[in-house]
């Protein structure tokens, strides 16, 4: 298909470039052009959010609200905790690599950031937690991203501008933000595909964006796509076998029978590996300990790096005796995701 191209007379094009400053001076002069704030003489202390959740924890927004705030140099901003689920607020170096764990990177309450030195809240000191805080003083003009060392898909931008500048938004405007955002991601809601008679789903994720970062909204339930209900039980017979399928992008669940192990990461010993990937164990008795490790989608793919391995993201569990057996997510069992599998004759 060509593409028709109009060329306008030239004496058209020079009325409309004649008509430039006065569209803008209009403009100016309209009531809906609003002035940028003053720039502040003084540095302020603004407020942030980490994270929200539904009453019954099980829908968790991971994000950073708002996830993207312009403060002038010297300005702090201080973020509060407002879930269960355990994130961190951490401003790496410029090229550092991701650490693989919580270590490596100041701690400090409050803390300075010039863009040198990594900075990150420590989620496990004492007091950390829901309503808990973190307090990051900017010292240096720079564009900062913040992320959070828990969950990979979820980001910020922090716009460090010189004191001589003005700056677009107050702190108002950023409250009005946290209460849209927050919102938007707990109020959206995702389907679960499979349905199976037999299957269960180990959380149920989605990632969205805007211009400052990512965020994730993680319903954190074993939830059954049968009955429709969250409270992960399922009926089966004896000789059936169970499946459970992670479908969050981002974050890992387990499935947990007996004790929970120290290291909740690989799989225990009895588990086998099945022909098409997925992990498989067998539950004989009340008292047996099965544990699936992590079920997790593989990473995303980036350009540059090499091509990350299929994830483990399904666990199969036969049960060959009658009784009901109670699971746990290691991870999240604290937020209420649990289940249990009653196994009739």
Not at 93 to 115: I, K, Y
Not at 245 to 261: A, R
Request: charged share 15%; aromatic share 6%.
């Amino acid at each position: 298909m060509k593409t028709k191209t109009t060329t306008l007379p030239l004496g058209n094009s020079i009325r409309g470039l004649l008509l430039i400053p006065l569209i803008l001076v209009c403009f100016a002069l309209s009531p809906t052009a609003q002035a940028a704030p003053k720039p502040s003489p003084t540095p302020q202390a603004w407020t942030a959010t980490v994270g929200a959740q539904s009453t019954d924890k099980g829908q968790q927004a991971l994000a950073f609200l708002p996830n993207e705030i312009w403060i002038h140099a010297g300005d702090s901003i201080k973020w509060t905790f407002d879930t269960d689920e355990i994130h961190t607020v951490t401003f790496l170096t410029e090229g550092q690599v991701r650490p693989p764990d919580l270590d490596g990177c100041s701690s400090s309450n409050p803390a300075t950031f010039d863009g040198s030195t990594c900075v990150t809240s420590d989620p496990f000191a004492a007091g950390a937690g829901m309503g808990s805080s973190f307090t990051v003083k900017f010292t240096a003009i720079g564009n900062f991203k913040v992320v959070c060392l828990v969950h990979e898909n979820m980001t910020g931008a922090i716009h460090v501008l010189d004191s001589k500048l003005p700056l677009p938004h107050d702190q108002a405007f950023y409250n009005a933000q946290t209460t849209k955002e927050r919102n938007a991601v707990l109020s959206d809601s995702d389907s679960a595909t499979n349905t199976d008679g037999h299957a269960l789903i180990a959380g149920i994720g989605e990632v969205s964006a805007t211009a400052g970062g990512s965020d994730t909204r993680s319903l954190m339930r074993f939830y059954n796509p049968q009955t429709a209900m969250q409270d992960g039980k399922i009926q089966i017979h004896v000789g059936d076998t169970v499946q459970w399928t992670n479908q969050d992008p981002i974050t890992p669940h387990t499935i947990t029978f007996g004790t929970e192990p120290a290291d909740p990461g690989p799989p225990s010993a009895n588990v086998t590996q099945d022909a098409d990937g997925a992990l498989h164990a067998t539950v004989k008795l009340h008292s047996d300990n099965v544990h699936s490790g992590v079920i997790i989608a593989a990473p995303q793919e980036r350009a540059g790096l090499p091509q990350s391995p299929l994830g483990f993201t399904r666990f199969r569990v036969t049960f060959p005796n009658p009784g009901v057996y109670p699971y746990v997510c290691a991870f999240h069992d604290s937020l209420g995701m649990t289940g249990e599998v009653d196994v009739s004759p």
